[in-house]
């Protein structure tokens, strides 16, 4: 098998380099940094095995289960991690890391105590094929789901994770209240992870997560509280996953559930995928929906696989996710290794169950640092558009209904019961939100709008504000409304001191998520965009008066053109149906 570093992987588009990245996605680490990487985020993921136990516990399996559950799970894991970071049309190509499916922990623990470890199979069967499905739909959905939308998906999920990171860090439990020691431990692990993000050098940013964890473990290990190591040697040293006998007797309305569920984790896998391609291109204005459906089908497909094997339906990793905003470093090749040692690991059930028995509040501190990330990417996304009042009402109703079911979950109980693990997850309930409400507000509103424009005054002010409106009501990027608001201000302009009775008559705009269009309508002739030479300035002071003011308005005009072609990505002029046009095209 050839050296994964010696692999060719499928292209990817051509990203503008953020200068705060140590390795961009395209780069091969060096291996000491590039082993490093991939071990923690190897841990990380392994670390969330937890999200797997907890099932077992529900669906009341024994050791033996269980042990083969957790290995066909991280066996899917590793898969479905492989097949994101490779690209492609079955990958997006993006350092992404995959985890059990915490939205499916409570349901496929019931399917496992009602038909055994054998109803996962269907499970993760139904799982995998609507996955797949949406990753041939999603990509025809770009009007459905612009990045106002996943940034509320990512923003409530960080959100989201701030009452269980609490929990976990504090120790916080009804009978006792907070544990000091909890507190103690997870505050020392999230120091170490921000300050050596902050401060570290370039190699103490790359292992920031693994030193943090490090000292929780070990203080951790100072004040007695590792437990349950006692078992490790219970454990056997190498295990295989047994395939379980499928039971395909499930109730429909179940599995409804659960297509309804895997419909709206790609919701968060969109979310996740947006989230890693800005964080690589320093130059991102829109979501690439190719890239979006290839991770939403490596999703799909690492389910529909490991299913057979009995696994639990995977996600993709927010605590991964921070992980690389910490290291600073998103190259595919750590996600390639980081899924060859999570399929080797997976048979190795004692390293499987020591990095499960990590104190729960230095997992903690981790979910704090990723809910904090979160949170703060979901509103730099939101806000790279434009809003009118269908914006500020689509989002900020998306986050009441999404936080309302997190801050008062008794509300899910007047739901059907069908429906009712949809309506007590936050990010499902807020996604839904915005999706629908997105699609609702955008009745009565055209991509196309014109404004005459009236008498023989200055017209500056009203073509800004027309250009502003405009591309709030479309929810146009906010530099590209800028640019074109500070062009049109200087089209007009230039076309009032070019003279020729050029009177402005009209201006109409247009937009699509790829093309923001205006254009304006005048009487006269075109103008020209060719600036002509000026005079030099030696030649100037050789002129008189009526000469040098002709010279002077020459460069001024050569000024505005100049200004023009730099506001603008495309500029042209013409006649058309009795009036002349000057168009502004940016790309968008």
Not at 60 to 68: K, Q, V
Request: proline content about 5%; glycine content about 10%.
């Amino acid at each position: 098998m050839p050296s994964p570093l010696k692999m060719k992987l499928p292209p990817l588009p051509t990203f503008k380099r953020p200068h705060d990245l140590v390795y961009a996605c395209n780069d091969k680490p060096p291996a000491f940094a590039l082993c490093g990487l991939a071990l923690q985020h190897c841990a990380t993921a392994l670390a969330l095995i937890a999200y797997v136990l907890a099932s077992a516990r529900i669906g009341g399996l024994d050791a033996e289960s269980t042990r083969s559950m957790v290995t066909a799970t991280i066996l899917g894991m590793a898969l479905a991690t492989f097949l994101q970071s490779w690209g492609g049309r079955l990958g997006s190509g993006m350092l992404l890391i995959h985890m059990p499916d915490p939205l499916l922990v409570v349901i496929s623990g019931m399917i496992a105590a009602e038909y055994g470890i054998g109803g996962l199979v269907l499970v993760g069967v139904v799982n995998g094929t609507v996955a797949l499905g949406a990753g041939f739909i999603v990509p025809r959905l770009r009007a459905v789901l612009p990045p106002t939308v996943a940034g509320v998906v990512v923003c409530v999920a960080g959100l989201s994770l701030i009452p269980p990171a609490l929990t976990h860090t504090s120790g916080l439990n009804a009978a006792s209240g907070v544990d000091r020691i909890d507190v103690l431990i997870g505050g020392l692990t999230l120091l170490v992870i921000v300050a050596l993000s902050i401060w570290g050098n370039h190699r103490a940013k790359l292992f920031a997560l693994l030193a943090g964890l490090a000292a929780g473990v070990a203080l951790a290990a100072f004040f007695g509280r590792l437990h349950g190591f006692d078992t490790l040697g219970a454990t056997p040293v190498f295990g295989f996953p047994v395939p379980p006998a499928p039971k395909f007797g499930i109730d429909p309305g179940v599995l409804a559930a659960v297509a309804v569920l895997a419909l709206m984790t790609q919701l968060d896998t969109f979310g996740c995928v947006v989230l890693m391609h800005k964080m690589n291109d320093a130059d991102w204005r829109r979501p690439d929906m190719r890239m979006v459906g290839g991770g939403i089908r490596a999703n799909g497909l690492g389910n529909l696989l490991g299913a057979w094997m009995g696994a639990c339906p995977s996600a993709i990793s927010s605590a991964n996710i921070a992980l690389t905003h910490i290291s600073r470093s998103t190259s595919r090749w750590i996600g390639l290794l980081t899924g060859l040692l999570l399929a080797f690991i997976a048979f190795l059930p004692q390293v499987t169950l020591a990095l499960t028995l990590i104190p729960t509040p230095v997992i903690g501190a981790v979910e704090l640092y990723a809910a904090a990330y979160l949170i703060v990417s979901g509103i730099e996304l939101i806000a790279s558009r434009a809003m009118d009042a269908r914006g500020i009402f689509m989002i900020g109703l998306s986050f009441v209904a999404g936080m309302g079911v997190i801050f008062l979950p008794g509300m899910a109980e007047a739901a059907p019961e069908s429906v009712q693990f949809m309506a007590k997850n936050g990010i499902i309930v807020a996604g839904l939100t915005a999706i629908g409400l997105n699609l609702l507000f955008r009745l009565g509103t055209s991509q196309r709008a014109s404004l005459e424009l009236d008498g023989d005054g200055p017209q500056t002010q009203k073509i800004v504000e027309f250009v502003e409106a405009q591309g709030a009501a479309w929810a146009a990027r906010r530099d590209a409304v800028r640019r074109a608001a500070q062009a049109a201000m200087e089209a007009a302009e230039a076309l009032q001191a070019a003279g020729g009775n050029r009177r402005l008559v009209k201006i109409r705009g247009s937009f699509d998520e790829f093309n923001l269009d205006f254009e304006l309508l005048h009487e006269g002739l075109p103008l020209t965009l060719q600036a002509k030479p000026g005079a030099s300035p030696a030649n100037l002071l050789d002129v008189d008066d009526d000469a040098f003011h002709l010279a002077l308005d020459e460069a001024l005009a050569g000024v505005s053109h100049t200004l023009l072609r730099r506001l603008a990505d495309r500029l042209s002029s013409g006649t058309r149906s009795g009036h002349s046009f000057l168009r502004l095209h940016f790309d968008h």
